[in-house]
C-alpha cells in the first residue's frame, strides 16, 4: 500500500516538491557556511519524495546549534519551502480523491520550517532514532 501512495503522491506532487527541495539544496549550498543547510535540503527533498512509510522523530541529541541552525534556515528557505507545501496541499485537497495527499502535505510543513534536529525514519521503527 505504502508503494502504490507513493506512486500517486510522487505524480501529483512529490516530484516537483522534491525539485524544490533540490533547489533550495544547490542554492545553500554555494557557500561553505550554507553546506549543512544544502545537505538538510537535500534530505528532506528525498522524504518529500517518497513520504509514505516513513517519520519525522526528534533527536535527543541535537543542542542548541540546531536551534540557531533551524532560526537561519527559516529565514533562508524554510518558509518559502512551507508555502509550497502549503499551496500544494490547499490544490490537492480540492477533489476528494487529493484530501490524503494535502493532509500529508501539511504534514511536512513543521520539518520544512525546522528540519534541524529531526531525523527521519521508517515507521516501523519510530524510536529507533531516539
Keep these: 500500500m505504502k508503494t502504490l501512495l507513493n506512486l500517486i503522491w510522487l505524480v501529483l506532487s512529490g516530484f516537483w516538491l522534491f525539485l524544490g527541495y533540490l ?3 544547490l542554492l545553500l549550498c554555494v557557500t561553505v557556511i550554507g553546506i549543512p543547510f544544502g545537505l538538510a535540503a537535500f534530505r528532506i527533498g ?12 526528534e533527536r535527543r541529541d541535537a543542542g542548541s ?5 533551524n532560526v537561519l534556515w527559516l529565514v533562508l528557505a524554510g518558509w518559502w519551502l512551507a508555502l509550497g507545501h502549503v499551496i500544494t496541499g490547499i490544490a490537492l485537497c480540492v477533489t476528494i480523491i487529493g484530501i490524503p495527499f494535502g493532509i500529508a502535505n501539511f ?6 520550517l525546522l528540519p534541524l534536529g529531526k531525523e527521519i525514519v521508517p515507521t516501523d521503527q519510530p524510536f529507533a532514532a531516539r
Excluded: M
Design 46 to 57: 528525498v522524504y518529500a519524495l517518497w513520504p509514505f512509510g516513513q517519520t519525522v522523530v
Design 23 to 25: 533547489l533550495a539544496g
Design 107 to 112: 504534514k511536512l510543513i513543521p520539518v520544512s
Design 65 to 69: 546549534p540546531s536551534c540557531v541552525g
